[in-house]
């Protein structure tokens, strides 16, 4: 998280600090937090960077191979085919997702609305519903036998597209990412936009500004912090997209490939394949692009603000 | 961040420090000893001795009436504790049971492991060999396609424990309507899937999207014989030999034609279409009665059970679909009682309380049992249905056998060959694809492999 | 929290810094409790705005409502009636009864597994996070940056990809397949110290602490009995969104543990649901969506019933000043 340390408080806090004992105090409160850190997080990490030298067989055993397997992977056209795959999604779903968590952060703090605080908490729910859940319910209403969209087919007479085809599953994943995370956007945007002093919204009525003026001239850039905060979590769990394809996968195997997201393919490299030292290295590179986007976005979605 | 070059150097260090004490561990897992202790080998009488001695297995296994056999165990030998554990059904269970043998330590004594991914274990050196108890001679108690199914090699790595000849179980209400014979050869079934197909689109004579366990069964009662593995590690691969074209000839254009629904098996429409007769024959193993009772009550009375299809008249010829041997695992450090208990389970009293909870014995004796055969199921309107199920048990074309990594390489059947199912395409080459894959992997794997 | 899905670690976060850059952004005088609304109050309401929320409400709560309709059939109308209205005998009950009594009411013991890592883990983790965020706010120490720089770079690795090393690493310490596989993990959240970090830099004054250093505390003494206070807002909404990642949690306890009896409902509801391809398994798909809907309510009750609690969380940035 690269992002962190350009944040306006980082500057203020070395500030308040330098005043302060140097001394290894602060070490029996971060302690504890490093040593499960450690053991959980940081082992595991140098372990796959260890695990990524060296090459397993089934017959043959274990061999140090160098970066064999970095080579292999880069010329692996599963692993670029699954990039692509999240690259699309994230371009898509991504968008589309926070600009209906801004609509309806803007409604709901518009005062136009009836029954706003109903909505609000009506849109935020999902996100508590498990992912495992939202999958299997979505994957229930997806049937086009049985399911909803069997009950519309039938009911007008129409014949919509298999939301579990190959042509139309990402979107359909895409569906269920956006019904769980779209409320927790519009929470995160609806905060920001509360915060806005009201003597702005005054004085900018006083001006004669209308509402999308004002929505351009204020709410906007108010909102800018937390819609990059929004856009770099999107990107990072599209980057990561595992739960709802791999569940969805026994509903549509043919659809969701074993290579469907590049989490999916280092997943079944180690767990169907036994390939711990590829999947090991598959997990680096991924983790070194996701954090190098992150990044970028973070570098250019703030720098105005600086 | 300004110190940005002291940051990186002191991360450098730390890493660096964290790096060798993880080497630590890292071989100390490579290090770690593949089986702790125990007795590797054992008479019938040393058996019996441990039985009687205070011990505790763990038993995974998924099938619900294994418990029923434990717990009659425990009563027979109160010393022994029988713990059976659901680990997940199928490959669900074998990527734990993988991830242990890796760990080398925290599997169970006793593993239920389907007929084909049994040699994947029995490579790693990751099972018992049960010869090494004697066990080989219980031989003639079973059908010799079970019993081939768990010899690898030289090897005895499991007994079987249910077995699932492949028969035709169609719904007779549907067959009625239509006016339909029931087929015996498979030009008979496509016409009359293409008759209930034109008669009712919505209507489809069965299911497939793409099965890895039902297209190498198909292949198998072809005739066809697409994996040979010689001294453990010479695999020959040839998804392109006669058996292989003999069921894509046939079963292409069920595809192509969109003769099969493409409803994919096991899910809630699945159940759903079979009820309703939007799906009317299911062709798979003697184990799935017991499925029917509990999951498909709507058509219940409806179905029946017929021998398989074959290419030629009046020739039998069936083949083994799913089916599941009983393994003791080399990490286990008791083994006599584990492998007392598998004897118990699948040769001895174990077998008849399986049988009563809804399983498809191995056992020649009881397949051939007049209580078994004369059982009349309501479910299949009266119909004497082992006695068809034996049948097929009898006719399953000898000869067969799996990769030696063939759960890696079934779990990779959607990406090749289910392209052909999804798209409606030559089968050949979704199985030349899938062929190609599964070489690769086991090239890479360290095999020698031949891939035709 | 490597291995617990990215998502679960957004919310914290993603709230956090919100507050605080929202904090700096902008200099709230006024709380928002006195704001009544963005604009002003006396705008009109409009019916197209509403209709077209409407919607977006529908498509919010369509699954949901399939679900409860879901849970009042029996496995039988289940698979022959309208998924979105009610057929047949209202079942409900009859369903709650049966998911909680199957298989020797395993479903009560999953449940049980799920508020035992909820309260340790989620609870853990708002502690570590607590110390160690006010730890980083109010301490200079030697390795201080090394600190940040491993923690907050390590977040960008997939979970799911560290799981077979983690696993490896647990099972030579003897804890797969106990609960301290599925705790362990839970109690870092890296967003969470992140979150207290900016919260505590602005919410304990400096000038406090020296006064309670003046008068002989020791820090230990200072953080427990003056600062966790100050930083309750914060630590509730911490801990709010830790119980939604550990309740919610799926993919760590799946293969961290092979035995039912320490599933938690995640898990055990897929088993379930997986149960259908079981030669002699039942075939409960209505347990199956009973227990989903059972398994959701609590969370939901928990967001609807703290709703004051984390929305003044989010915007405790705003009410401090």
Redesign the interface.
Same mark, same amino acid.
């Not at chain 1, 036998?145 to 129409?158: K, R, T």
């Not at chain 3, 022959?80 to 409900?92: C, E, P, V």
């Given at each position: 998280?690269?992002?962190?340390?350009h944040?306006?408080?980082?500057g203020?806090?070395t500030r308040?600090?330098?005043?302060?004992?140097?001394? &290894?105090? *602060? &070490?029996?409160?971060?302690g504890?937090?490093?040593v499960?850190?450690?053991?959980?997080?940081?082992?595991?990490?140098?372990? =796959?960077?260890?695990?990524s030298l060296y090459k397993d067989?089934?017959?043959?055993g274990?061999s140090f191979v160098g970066f064999a397997n970095y080579a292999h992977a880069l010329s692996d056209p599963k692993l670029w085919e699954s990039l692509g795959r999240v690259t699309l999604f994230l371009a898509v779903q991504v968008p589309i997702m926070l600009a209906?968590a801004l609509f309806?952060a803007l409604?709901?703090?518009?005062?136009?609305?009836?029954?706003s605080p109903?909505?609000r908490?009506?849109?935020?729910?999902?996100?508590?519903?498990?992912?495992?859940?939202?999958t299997?319910? &979505?994957g229930?209403?997806y *049937?086009t036998?049985?399911?909803?969209v069997g009950?519309l087919n039938d009911f007008f007479g129409i014949t919509i597209p298999s939301p579990l085809?190959?042509t139309w599953v990402l979107a359909s994943i895409g569906n269920i990412v956006t &019904?769980?995370?779209? *409320?927790?956007n519009m929470?995160?945007f609806y905060?920001?936009?509360?915060?806005?002093?009201?003597d702005l919204?005054?004085a900018a009525?006083l001006d004669g500004a209308g509402?999308f003026r004002?929505i351009r001239s204020i709410?906007f850039p108010?909102l800018r912090?937390?819609m990059v905060?929004?856009a770099i979590?999107s990107i990072?769990?599209s980057?990561?997209l595992?739960?709802e394809p791999s569940?969805l996968r026994?509903?549509?195997?043919?659809?969701i490939?074993?290579?469907f997201s590049?989490?999916m393919y280092?997943?079944?490299l180690?767990? =169907?394949?036994?390939?711990?030292n590829y999947?090991?290295t598959?997990?680096?590179i991924? *983790?070194?692009l996701?954090?190098s986007i992150?990044y970028i976005v973070q570098i250019t979605g703030t720098r105005k603000?600086v | 961040m300004k110190s940005t070059h002291r940051t990186a150097r002191r991360v450098g260090r730390t890493v660096a420090a964290m790096v060798t004490g993880l080497c630590l561990v890292g071989s100390l897992a490579a290090c770690a000893p593949g089986s702790a202790g125990g007795a590797k080998t054992g008479t019938a009488d040393d058996i019996a001795a441990a039985l009687q001695e205070k011990s505790t297995i763990t038993v995974w296994s998924w099938g619900t009436p294994v418990q029923a056999a434990a717990d009659a165990f425990q009563e027979e030998y109160p010393n022994v504790t029988v713990k059976v554990v659901n680990a997940g059904t199928g490959s669900a269970e074998y990527t734990k049971l993988q991830n242990a043998i890796k760990a080398g330590s925290g599997a169970p004594d006793v593993a239920q492991i389907e007929y084909y991914a049994l040699p994947q274990f029995a490579l790693s050196d990751s099972l018992a060999d049960l010869n090494d108890f004697g066990f080989a001679e219980l031989e003639d108690e079973f059908t010799a396609s079970t019993w081939g199914n768990v010899s690898i090699d030289g090897g005895l790595y499991a007994l079987p424990q249910d077995s699932g000849p492949m028969a035709m179980f169609y719904n007779k209400a549907v067959f009625d309507e239509y006016s339909i014979a029931v087929p015996t050869t498979w030009a008979e079934y496509t016409a009359a899937a293409a008759t209930i197909h034109a008669a009712d689109p919505s209507r489809y004579i069965s299911s497939d999207s793409g099965d890895a366990g039902f297209a190498t069964s198909m292949i198998w009662q072809a005739g066809g014989h697409p994996y040979t593995t010689e001294n453990g590690t010479d695999v020959t691969i040839d998804l392109q030999d006669a058996g292989a074209k003999e069921w894509t000839e046939m079963w292409n254009p069920m595809v192509q034609d969109g003769l099969v629904s493409p409803i994919v098996g096991w899910t809630d429409e699945w159940y759903k279409a079979l009820g309703d007769g939007t799906i009317s024959t299911l062709l798979t193993g003697a184990w799935m009665p017991a499925n029917f009772e509990s999951g498909i009550t709507e058509s219940a009375g409806d179905w029946r059970v017929a021998p398989l299809p074959t290419y030629e008249a009046g020739e039998a010829a069936s083949a083994e679909n799913g089916g599941s041997s009983v393994a003791v695992l080399e990490q286990s450090t008791n083994k006599l009682v584990a492998a007392g208990f598998v004897e118990y389970l699948n040769a001895g009293p174990g077998v008849q309380l399986q049988i009563d909870g809804g399983s498809f014995p191995s056992t020649v004796a009881d397949l051939e049992s007049e209580g078994f055969l004369g059982y009349e199921s309501e479910y299949f309107g009266g119909q004497k249905i082992n006695e068809v199920l034996v049948q097929a048990a009898k006719d399953v074309v000898p000869g067969w056998s799996y990769l030696p990594f063939q759960v890696y390489s079934n779990s990779i059947f959607a990406d090749t060959v289910g392209q052909s199912y999804e798209n409606k395409t030559d089968l050949n080459t979704g199985l030349q694809g899938w062929q190609d894959e599964t070489a690769a992997y086991g090239v890479e794997q360290g095999f020698t492999v031949n891939s035709k | 929290m490597a291995l617990t899905t990215p998502e679960s670690l957004t919310p914290a976060s993603t709230a956090v810094r919100e507050t605080t850059a929202a904090t700096r952004s902008t200099s709230p005088r006024r709380s928002r409790y006195a704001r009544p609304s963005a604009g002003s109050q006396h705008k009109r309401k409009s019916v197209l705005l509403t209709a077209v929320m409407v919607v977006f409400l529908i498509y919010s709560l369509l699954p949901l409502f399939w679900l409860f309709v879901g849970s009042t059939k029996t496995q039988a109308s289940l698979l022959n009636s309208f998924g979105l209205w009610f057929s047949g005998d209202f079942a409900l009950f009859d369903n709650i009864a049966q998911t909680l009594t199957y298989d020797g009411g395993v479903f009560v013991r999953w449940l049980g597994n799920t508020l035992l890592y909820v309260v340790i883990g989620a609870g853990g983790a708002t502690f570590l996070a607590a110390l160690g965020g006010y730890g980083l706010a109010k301490f200079n120490f030697p390795g201080k940056k090394a600190v940040f720089a491993v923690v907050l770079g390590a977040v960008a690795i997939p979970g799911t990809a560290l799981a077979v090393p983690t696993f490896l690493m647990f099972s030579q310490l003897g804890l797969t397949n106990t609960p301290w596989a599925v705790i362990l993990p839970s109690l870092i959240s890296p967003f969470g110290l992140y979150l207290i970090w900016t919260y505590a830099l602005d919410s304990v004054p400096t000038e406090v602490l020296e006064a309670a250093r003046m008068d002989g505390a020791g820090e230990i003494r200072t953080f427990f009995t003056i600062s966790l206070r100050l930083l309750a807002p914060g630590l509730v909404t911490v801990l709010l969104f830790s119980i939604v990642g550990t309740w919610n949690n799926y993919f760590l306890p799946l293969i961290m543990l092979s035995e039912p009896t320490w599933y938690p409902l995640t898990v055990g509801l897929n088993q379930w649901n997986q149960q259908a391809q079981t030669v002699g398994g039942d075939v409960i798909y209505n347990l199956v969506i009973t227990g989903s809907l059972i398994t959701i309510i609590p969370i939901v009750v928990a967001f609807l019933f703290l709703q004051r609690y984390w929305q003044s969380g989010l915007a405790a940035g705003s009410v401090k000043a």
């Amino acid at each position: 998280m690269t992002t962190l340390s350009h944040h306006p408080a980082a500057g203020s806090a070395t500030r308040t600090q330098r005043r302060q004992k140097r001394d &290894w105090t *602060g &070490w029996q409160f971060v302690g504890p937090f490093m040593v499960v850190f450690a053991v959980v997080l940081i082992a595991p990490v140098i372990y =796959s960077v260890y695990l990524s030298l060296y090459k397993d067989q089934l017959v043959g055993g274990n061999s140090f191979v160098g970066f064999a397997n970095y080579a292999h992977a880069l010329s692996d056209p599963k692993l670029w085919e699954s990039l692509g795959r999240v690259t699309l999604f994230l371009a898509v779903q991504v968008p589309i997702m926070l600009a209906l968590a801004l609509f309806a952060a803007l409604a709901i703090d518009s005062a136009r609305l009836h029954l706003s605080p109903l909505f609000r908490i009506a849109i935020f729910l999902p996100y508590a519903v498990p992912a495992v859940v939202a999958t299997l319910m &979505w994957g229930f209403m997806y *049937g086009t036998q049985f399911g909803l969209v069997g009950n519309l087919n039938d009911f007008f007479g129409i014949t919509i597209p298999s939301p579990l085809s190959g042509t139309w599953v990402l979107a359909s994943i895409g569906n269920i990412v956006t &019904w769980e995370f779209v *409320g927790y956007n519009m929470i995160l945007f609806y905060a920001a936009l509360r915060v806005i002093p009201a003597d702005l919204y005054e004085a900018a009525e006083l001006d004669g500004a209308g509402t999308f003026r004002i929505i351009r001239s204020i709410k906007f850039p108010a909102l800018r912090p937390a819609m990059v905060i929004g856009a770099i979590f999107s990107i990072i769990g599209s980057f990561q997209l595992f739960n709802e394809p791999s569940i969805l996968r026994s509903l549509a195997p043919n659809a969701i490939s074993t290579f469907f997201s590049p989490n999916m393919y280092a997943y079944n490299l180690s767990f =169907s394949g036994q390939q711990y030292n590829y999947s090991a290295t598959i997990a680096i590179i991924v *983790g070194l692009l996701t954090a190098s986007i992150a990044y970028i976005v973070q570098i250019t979605g703030t720098r105005k603000e600086v | 961040m300004k110190s940005t070059h002291r940051t990186a150097r002191r991360v450098g260090r730390t890493v660096a420090a964290m790096v060798t004490g993880l080497c630590l561990v890292g071989s100390l897992a490579a290090c770690a000893p593949g089986s702790a202790g125990g007795a590797k080998t054992g008479t019938a009488d040393d058996i019996a001795a441990a039985l009687q001695e205070k011990s505790t297995i763990t038993v995974w296994s998924w099938g619900t009436p294994v418990q029923a056999a434990a717990d009659a165990f425990q009563e027979e030998y109160p010393n022994v504790t029988v713990k059976v554990v659901n680990a997940g059904t199928g490959s669900a269970e074998y990527t734990k049971l993988q991830n242990a043998i890796k760990a080398g330590s925290g599997a169970p004594d006793v593993a239920q492991i389907e007929y084909y991914a049994l040699p994947q274990f029995a490579l790693s050196d990751s099972l018992a060999d049960l010869n090494d108890f004697g066990f080989a001679e219980l031989e003639d108690e079973f059908t010799a396609s079970t019993w081939g199914n768990v010899s690898i090699d030289g090897g005895l790595y499991a007994l079987p424990q249910d077995s699932g000849p492949m028969a035709m179980f169609y719904n007779k209400a549907v067959f009625d309507e239509y006016s339909i014979a029931v087929p015996t050869t498979w030009a008979e079934y496509t016409a009359a899937a293409a008759t209930i197909h034109a008669a009712d689109p919505s209507r489809y004579i069965s299911s497939d999207s793409g099965d890895a366990g039902f297209a190498t069964s198909m292949i198998w009662q072809a005739g066809g014989h697409p994996y040979t593995t010689e001294n453990g590690t010479d695999v020959t691969i040839d998804l392109q030999d006669a058996g292989a074209k003999e069921w894509t000839e046939m079963w292409n254009p069920m595809v192509q034609d969109g003769l099969v629904s493409p409803i994919v098996g096991w899910t809630d429409e699945w159940y759903k279409a079979l009820g309703d007769g939007t799906i009317s024959t299911l062709l798979t193993g003697a184990w799935m009665p017991a499925n029917f009772e509990s999951g498909i009550t709507e058509s219940a009375g409806d179905w029946r059970v017929a021998p398989l299809p074959t290419y030629e008249a009046g020739e039998a010829a069936s083949a083994e679909n799913g089916g599941s041997s009983v393994a003791v695992l080399e990490q286990s450090t008791n083994k006599l009682v584990a492998a007392g208990f598998v004897e118990y389970l699948n040769a001895g009293p174990g077998v008849q309380l399986q049988i009563d909870g809804g399983s498809f014995p191995s056992t020649v004796a009881d397949l051939e049992s007049e209580g078994f055969l004369g059982y009349e199921s309501e479910y299949f309107g009266g119909q004497k249905i082992n006695e068809v199920l034996v049948q097929a048990a009898k006719d399953v074309v000898p000869g067969w056998s799996y990769l030696p990594f063939q759960v890696y390489s079934n779990s990779i059947f959607a990406d090749t060959v289910g392209q052909s199912y999804e798209n409606k395409t030559d089968l050949n080459t979704g199985l030349q694809g899938w062929q190609d894959e599964t070489a690769a992997y086991g090239v890479e794997q360290g095999f020698t492999v031949n891939s035709k | 929290m490597a291995l617990t899905t990215p998502e679960s670690l957004t919310p914290a976060s993603t709230a956090v810094r919100e507050t605080t850059a929202a904090t700096r952004s902008t200099s709230p005088r006024r709380s928002r409790y006195a704001r009544p609304s963005a604009g002003s109050q006396h705008k009109r309401k409009s019916v197209l705005l509403t209709a077209v929320m409407v919607v977006f409400l529908i498509y919010s709560l369509l699954p949901l409502f399939w679900l409860f309709v879901g849970s009042t059939k029996t496995q039988a109308s289940l698979l022959n009636s309208f998924g979105l209205w009610f057929s047949g005998d209202f079942a409900l009950f009859d369903n709650i009864a049966q998911t909680l009594t199957y298989d020797g009411g395993v479903f009560v013991r999953w449940l049980g597994n799920t508020l035992l890592y909820v309260v340790i883990g989620a609870g853990g983790a708002t502690f570590l996070a607590a110390l160690g965020g006010y730890g980083l706010a109010k301490f200079n120490f030697p390795g201080k940056k090394a600190v940040f720089a491993v923690v907050l770079g390590a977040v960008a690795i997939p979970g799911t990809a560290l799981a077979v090393p983690t696993f490896l690493m647990f099972s030579q310490l003897g804890l797969t397949n106990t609960p301290w596989a599925v705790i362990l993990p839970s109690l870092i959240s890296p967003f969470g110290l992140y979150l207290i970090w900016t919260y505590a830099l602005d919410s304990v004054p400096t000038e406090v602490l020296e006064a309670a250093r003046m008068d002989g505390a020791g820090e230990i003494r200072t953080f427990f009995t003056i600062s966790l206070r100050l930083l309750a807002p914060g630590l509730v909404t911490v801990l709010l969104f830790s119980i939604v990642g550990t309740w919610n949690n799926y993919f760590l306890p799946l293969i961290m543990l092979s035995e039912p009896t320490w599933y938690p409902l995640t898990v055990g509801l897929n088993q379930w649901n997986q149960q259908a391809q079981t030669v002699g398994g039942d075939v409960i798909y209505n347990l199956v969506i009973t227990g989903s809907l059972i398994t959701i309510i609590p969370i939901v009750v928990a967001f609807l019933f703290l709703q004051r609690y984390w929305q003044s969380g989010l915007a405790a940035g705003s009410v401090k000043a």
